[in-house]
């Protein structure tokens, strides 16, 4: 069954852009883990409009203190090149709030 996710954008005067996965035991910065068809969406808790792009889906102007719309993981989405036995791939994105970041999401098998 899939699973909905939040990633949270935080960002302040004079601190870079920075994505935490909203998951309990997932140390700030690291990629969440996900599978395909699951949802995602980023919670801007910055003082600033941001936005989400990636190759497929892209989130304009979200303000502070809401959400995107859902992103839903699609395979067509995935970087294979990093595959393993557990791990599908990965799947880059930029957020931009004050500043830019690049996060990761890493899709995990079924």
Same mark, same amino acid.
């Given at each position: 069954?899939?699973?909905?996710?939040? *990633? *949270?954008?935080?960002?302040?005067? /004079?601190?870079? @852009?920075?994505?935490?996965?909203?998951?309990?035991? *997932?140390? %700030? /910065?690291?990629? +969440?883990?996900?599978?395909?068809?699951?949802?995602?969406?980023?919670?801007?808790?910055?003082?600033?409009?941001?936005?989400?792009?990636?190759?497929?889906w892209s989130?304009?102007?979200?303000?502070?203190?809401?959400?995107? %719309? /859902?992103?839903?993981? +699609?395979?067509?989405? *995935?970087?294979k090149a990093g595959?393993?036995?557990?791990?599908?791939?990965?799947?880059?994105?930029?957020?931009?709030?004050?500043?830019?970041? @690049?996060?990761?999401?890493?899709?995990?098998?079924?």
């Amino acid at each position: 069954m899939a699973q909905a996710w939040s *990633i *949270i954008v935080n960002a302040s005067r /004079g601190v870079p @852009t920075q994505l935490n996965p909203d998951v309990f035991g *997932i140390p %700030p /910065g690291q990629p +969440l883990k996900a599978q395909i068809g699951d949802l995602v969406s980023w919670n801007n808790q910055s003082g600033y409009s941001c936005s989400i792009q990636m190759d497929s889906w892209s989130a304009n102007h979200i303000p502070p203190f809401t959400s995107s %719309p /859902g992103y839903v993981i +699609l395979d067509e989405d *995935i970087d294979k090149a990093g595959a393993t036995g557990e791990v599908v791939g990965t799947i880059q994105y930029v957020a931009s709030a004050n500043g830019f970041a @690049t996060g990761w999401i890493t899709v995990l098998k079924s």
